[in-house]
């Protein structure tokens, strides 16, 4: 996990200046900067009404007396876009309207539910149990006492 997250804090940021030099090479400074301050505008509003089309579908499931566990698994992934739409940077910005798009971030949502439910489901015991206890019964022992006054 460390080394995912180290390759993620190096690689991205790798990206974002190299884009930076490429469009600012092309349109400009002062017209890349309004770029960046105008996709953080545009994705705040979008995610907005997107987080409240979320909350809604959240109640509405709720009402039916089922589990929204698609649509919080949505929530969690508009907040991750909200973040990417924040930070400065056009591949962040891609990523974070890609999970605006509705079809893409309930396909992603459903996914991540099925991975995680076999992965659950598939395993013999819960995580972190003592896998002894668990493949052969608790642990029991048997013996007399007597007591003496």
Do not use: N
């Amino acid at each position: 996990m460390f080394r995912l997250l180290f390759l993620l804090f190096l690689i991205v940021p790798a990206i974002e200046i190299a884009l930076f030099i490429q469009v600012g090479g092309i349109i400009g400074v002062i017209p890349t900067l309004l770029l960046i301050v105008i996709t953080a505008a545009a994705g705040a509003a979008l995610l907005r009404v997107q987080g409240l089309t979320t909350m809604v579908r959240v109640q509405e499931t709720l009402r039916r007396g089922e589990i929204p566990a698609v649509e919080l698994i949505e929530g969690v992934m508009l907040l991750v876009s909200g973040a990417f739409l924040l930070t400065p940077g056009f591949f962040t910005d891609m990523a974070g309207f890609l999970v605006l798009l509705p079809a893409i971030r309930r396909s992603v949502a459903t996914w991540l539910l099925h991975t995680g439910i076999t992965r659950v489901a598939g395993s013999s015991h819960p995580p972190g149990a003592d896998t002894y206890a668990d493949s052969h019964g608790p642990h029991i022992i048997e013996g007399e006492y007597q007591r003496k006054d």
